[in-house]
């Protein structure tokens, strides 16, 4: 008969725990037998010494099962897309709208603001009315109605990964390789999807900074993943810098409209096309995943993705014309101000994960979970690696609450920009593909 000292036990002398071991332990953190000493324990012994691969599998699908797997009867694939996340980061809402656009349903639960990093619930709240918690019969509607909807997880998704992911934040256990991929793959898989994309980010607004760690990461993602039954595949991208030029939750929804409504192009529209190209086609949708690329990337030029934006904000309870009118209907922060050079020079580097605490000391993240969130705040205009600022000019537009907020902002955004002689290469976006 199993139980917690036992396969604690061996954990600690590294002995590789079953499949049938790693499912106990599923079990018993989402019905509450593994005490919170034994569950910290656990993520303890495993961040020192790692699961194998069968382990790693093991380990998700335990997690993916210790709650409510959805199930679908569609006509088309269902889909979805994953960040590991970085700043100015709003990928997902254009990617949900422009793959409902090519004919696959998005049912995509998604996560608030972790660290440095912006949430796409966050975002998606700082629209006035919008409700991201939906029950299952709710959330079935929406898809089967408007083609995707980005959600929250309800309490009975993967309820072991919410028991760990708690345990691991304050047992200092979070970088696991191992626990990471369970934790993210454990809530997608419960989603029910034919196909999965993953966006790994590397760089310094990223968690991963170097592209080794994020290489090792998106191939025991996608390794887990096709072997737990979901076809996936992953892209690495560079987050050395903002992938848009605005951080903050009602300032990154405004560079989606800007984006949406055909105002503004460049990097993200590209990394949506990579994502989202490659899913259509290992989904049938497209013929090849260059064939899939200009697929999105066409539902976004042409305004059937902005439509379809629209009509899932309005069915998440906000306003019915926000894609048409979404200038009046997003909050604005009551302190706006430049922050100025103080000497010229080219940008050689961006420290995106200063400029994202930043923005959480402005009040648009959480330090911890029960923190409101201002949805008006955060960073805007922010300047791009490689280019050329004269003494004065700004290097970025301050939204904040009030002036002290400000004050403390411009010193950050002065701290995380370097400015120096010479030109500088810009990093490609688009580093790598896995699987």
């Known amino acids: 008969m199993m139980d917690a000292r036992g396969i604690l036990g061996k954990l600690r002398h590294d002995v590789a725990l079953s499949a049938d071991e790693l499912t106990w332990v599923a079990g018993a953190l989402a019905d509450g037998r593994l005490s919170a000493a034994q569950a910290g324990a656990f993520a303890m012994g495993v961040c020192r010494n790692g699961l194998n691969e069968a382990g790693r599998v093991a380990l998700t699908r335990a997690m993916c099962a210790s709650g409510h797997v959805l199930s679908w009867t569609l006509d088309k694939p269902v889909l979805d897309k994953h960040s590991t996340g970085g700043v100015g980061d709003c990928v997902s809402l254009v990617l949900a709208p422009a793959l409902a656009v090519c004919g696959a349903y998005v049912p995509m639960i998604s996560g608030r603001g972790l660290g440095h990093t912006g ?5 998606l709240e700082a629209i006035p009315g919008v409700t991201v918690m939906l029950d299952e019969a709710r959330l079935r509607e929406v898809v089967q109605r408007v083609g995707c909807a980005i959600v929250g997880a309800t309490g009975d998704i993967a309820p072991a990964d919410r028991r760990l992911y708690a345990v691991r934040d304050v047992t200092s256990t979070v970088d696991s390789l191992d626990l990471i991929t369970a934790s993210i ?12 994309v993953l966006d790994v980010k590397v760089g310094s607004g990223a968690f991963m900074k170097d592209i080794g760690a994020a290489r090792a990461l998106a191939q025991a993602l996608v390794g887990t993943a096709n072997a737990a039954g979901c076809p996936t ?3 690495i991208s560079d987050m050395s810098q903002p992938l848009v030029p605005s951080l903050g939750n009602a300032l990154e929804v405004a560079e989606v ?7 503004q192009t460049g990097g993200i529209v590209d990394l949506c096309g990579a994502l989202g190209g490659g899913l259509l086609a290992r989904a049938g949708l497209a013929d090849d995943a260059d064939a899939g690329a200009r697929q999105i990337v066409g539902a976004i030029a042409d305004g059937r993705a902005a439509e379809r934006f ?16 979404w200038q009046r209907f997003l909050p604005k922060a009551t302190v706006v101000r430049e922050v100025a050079a103080v000497s010229g020079g080219t940008v050689q580097a961006i420290d995106g994960e200063a400029l994202g605490n930043a923005v959480v000391d402005l009040g648009g993240g959480r330090v911890v979970e029960s923190d409101p969130v201002d949805p008006a705040v955060g960073l805007a205009r922010v300047v791009r690696v490689g280019a050329r600022v004269e003494k004065g000019q700004p290097l970025a537009v301050i939204h904040a609450a009030r ?12 701290d ?15 580093l790598e593909r896995v699987g």
Do not use: H, N, Y
Not at 119 to 123: A, F
Not at 185 to 196: I, T
Not at 310 to 325: K, V
Not at 416 to 430: K, S
């Open 416 to 430: 995380a920009i370097t400015l120096g002689a010479g030109d500088v290469a810009v990093p490609e976006l688009i």
């Open 257 to 263: 409209m800007r984006v949406l409504t055909g105002e």
């Open 119 to 123: 949430g796409t619930l966050d975002k």
């Open 233 to 235: 595949q992953a892209v």
């Open 403 to 414: 002036p002290a907020q400000a004050d403390r902002a411009a010193q950050a955004v002065r």
């Open 185 to 196: 793959l454990s809530k997608k898989l419960a989603a029910g999807l034919d196909g999965l």
């Open 310 to 325: 629209g009509a899932m904000i309005a069915a998440l309870g906000g306003p019915l014309r926000f894609a048409e009118d």
